[in-house]
């Protein structure tokens, strides 16, 4: 089969919200995982392994909504998301409301390949995790001084008005 | 929200999503990443998906399924498949993107924001990075 790798750094961003600074270090890490995940899949590597490869740049990276510099709950928390499906088995795995897990979508791929489950959400998830020897962080090292911002300016204009642009600022 | 679709040399599609959700959403929100069939979906010889955008659309489209469903059943290509799910989207003044990629490769990230980040090497080997 020929192969072929693509990958996303989250929607809703504008022009106006990066400067090129900004937009270079982004680009360099989208280029640096997308051919992080391309590479395994040139060397024989699944694309499971490639996918998580790849997302795992992508959570490490501050600049990016998932894992370190996720956005922020109303309280001020980081609860994350992750999921990870394959093609050939329909079998699929999926974690949610994690506070400490340093790469969510390893978790996910633990409880497709661990467990009889398919979605598996806090304590329980998180405890899966210390069971298979995943790394973890404590919930502050997640929290990034741009996302403290992002929130408080969210809860700012939430207080007023909900746009379709203020939408866009919350998704990315 | 970042996520990841791949085309193996063994011909089999994988899919991969990962997030914090929403700036400012309530404790306990979940929302599409971690369901199968609405932010993340990959079966083999169809399509991978993983999508990024406003999650409560994406569950109540189940995008990533129907991405797929429009393709397996409808015999639509990738692109008019994806095309015509971000299309429901917009219609509903639901925001985000797709990546998606079909058996034989093809890649194709729609998305109806003003920019989305996303990368891709297809076929031809060639590295593509996007954000507007």
């Known amino acids: 089969s020929p192969i072929a790798f693509a990958i996303h750094g989250g929607a809703g961003v504008a022009p106006k919200d990066l400067t090129p600074e900004q937009e270079a270090e982004c680009r360099k890490v989208l280029a640096q995982a997308v051919q992080e995940g391309h590479a395994t899949l040139k060397?024989?590597?699944?694309?499971?392994?490639?996918?998580?490869?790849?997302?795992?740049?992508?959570?490490?990276?501050?600049?990016?909504?998932?894992?370190?510099?996720?956005?922020?709950?109303?309280?001020?928390?980081?609860?994350?998301d992750a999921s990870i499906m394959d093609g050939r088995t329909l079998q699929a795995g999926a974690v949610a409301g994690i506070t400490t897990v340093r790469n969510p979508i390893l978790l996910a791929n633990v409880v497709m390949t661990k467990t009889p489950?398919?979605?598996?959400?806090?304590?329980?998830?998180?405890?899966?995790?210390?069971?298979?020897?995943?790394?973890?962080?404590?919930?502050?090292?997640?929290?990034?001084?741009?996302q403290?911002?992002?929130?408080?300016?969210?809860?700012?204009?939430?207080?007023?008005?909900?746009?379709?642009?203020?939408?866009?600022?919350?998704?990315? | 929200t970042v996520g990841a679709v791949a085309l193996d040399k063994e011909g089999h599609?994988?899919?991969?999503?990962?997030?914090?959700?929403?700036?400012?959403?309530?404790?306990?929100?979940?929302?599409d990443s971690p369901?199968?069939?609405?932010?993340?979906?990959?079966?083999?010889?169809?399509?991978?998906?993983?999508?990024t955008g406003h999650g409560e659309f994406f569950i109540r489209n189940v995008v990533g399924h129907d991405v797929a469903a429009r393709m397996?059943?409808?015999?639509?290509?990738?692109?008019e498949a994806a095309d015509a799910v971000i299309a429901r989207l917009s219609e509903q003044k639901g925001v985000g993107g797709i990546i998606a990629i079909d058996a034989q490769g093809r890649v194709h990230a729609p998305f109806n924001t003003p920019g989305m980040f996303r990368a891709w090497i297809g076929t031809d080997g060639q590295v593509e990075v996007k954000i507007f």
């Not at chain 2, 397996?72 to 692109?79: I, N, P, Q, S």
Request: net charge positive.
């Open chain 1, 117 to 146: 489950h398919v979605l598996m959400i806090g304590a329980g998830a998180e405890a899966l995790a210390r069971e298979h020897a995943l790394k973890t962080e404590a919930p502050e090292w997640f929290i990034t001084p741009k």
């Open chain 2, 72 to 79: 397996k059943y409808g015999k639509a290509t990738l692109v």
């Open chain 1, 43 to 80: 060397s024989g590597g699944s694309g499971l392994e490639a996918v998580q490869k790849a997302i795992i740049i992508l959570e490490d990276s501050p600049l990016f909504n998932a894992g370190r510099g996720s956005v922020l709950t109303a309280a001020g928390t980081v609860e994350m």
């Open chain 2, 35 to 51: 369901i199968i069939g609405a932010g993340t979906y990959a079966e083999d010889g169809v399509c991978a998906v993983s999508g």
């Open chain 1, 148 to 172: 403290m911002e992002k929130l408080r300016r969210a809860q700012k204009k939430s207080a007023v008005t909900l746009s379709p642009e203020d939408i866009w600022m919350r998704v990315g």
């Open chain 2, 13 to 31: 599609l994988a899919a991969g999503t990962s997030t914090g959700g929403l700036t400012n959403k309530k404790a306990g929100r979940v929302g």
